[in-house]
């Protein structure tokens, strides 16, 4: 399952989210700014608090809104 | 009245009276996460570790009324947004602040304290002026809140002593704190 972490009102996270949808790709939000605990597991997968972090396995993961590199992340599920 | 008749919804959903601040000075702040356009929580932090020993805090109410909006966004190269972590000010829960929906304290601080325009000089107000001209005109009308980062600084008596606007850095109203503490 493809998981962004993001907060509600972040441009970004919805370009991501919107581009998601249009693919047809089901993903899971993971709120940082509602939950200690997605925010506790962005800093483990990309070492910041910078959203939004697409990813599917958690080690693998794109920073921000890079439809380039989200397909080559997709591509890999 | 002051603003010690209001209260404030805490993280945990709790209301918090104002009135728990009598006597100390603060600083009322609307804030958001960043998306590299408006900084200001490093500087707020600053601020707060300067002056909390001497009766000075700073409350942030955190909204997304002006979020997806960011001026500047177009042309930059950064596509990403950044959490406000790591401050240790107190910060309330999620809120509007502006318009019908606005919490009551922030329909009295704008009510006390009118909006005078942006200090021009500071490099996002151009920017800042012409998303709002575009976007949303009727922002720019009356005193509500323009956008993220507007400071109502408060005097230990519970009074509004100053209104800020976004396009103050929260480093060059020291004095004006210094001044009342």
């Known amino acids: 399952m493809v998981k962004v972490y993001s907060f509600e009102g972040c441009p970004w996270c919805d370009k991501v989210k919107k581009y998601l949808q249009a ?55 | 009245m002051s603003v010690y008749d209001f209260t404030a919804k805490t993280k945990r959903g709790e209301e918090k009276s104002l009135a728990d601040y009598k006597g100390k000075v603060l600083l009322i702040v609307n804030t958001a996460s960043k998306c590299g356009f408006t900084p200001q929580f490093e500087e707020l932090q600053k601020l707060y570790d300067a002056y909390k020993d001497k009766g000075f805090e700073i409350l942030g109410f955190p909204c997304n009324q002006f979020a997806g909006q960011e001026p500047g966004t177009n042309d930059e190269v950064q596509s ?44 996002v107000a151009k920017p800042l002026l012409d998303a709002l001209q575009k976007n949303f005109p009727e922002y720019l009308e009356g005193d509500g809140i323009k956008w993220n980062f507007t400071k109502f600084l408060i005097g230990r008596d519970g009074e509004v002593v100053a209104r800020f606007e976004p396009t103050t850095t929260p480093a060059s109203i020291a004095k004006d704190i210094e001044a009342l503490l």
């Open chain 1, 23 to 77: 693919r047809g790709v089901e993903y899971e939000v993971r709120d940082v700014e509602e939950s200690e605990e997605a925010a506790k597991e962005c800093l483990k997968i990309s070492g910041d608090l910078a959203v939004p972090v697409t990813t599917i396995d958690g080690v693998n993961y794109v920073v921000g809104f890079d439809k380039r590199k989200i397909e080559e992340l997709l591509a890999t599920a």
């Open chain 2, 80 to 123: 990403f947004c950044k959490v406000n972590y790591g401050v240790t000010f107190t910060i309330f829960a999620k809120g509007d602040v502006r318009g019908e929906t606005a919490q009551p304290l922030f329909k009295y601080l704008t009510a006390q304290k009118k909006f005078e325009g942006f200090d021009m000089n500071h490099p």
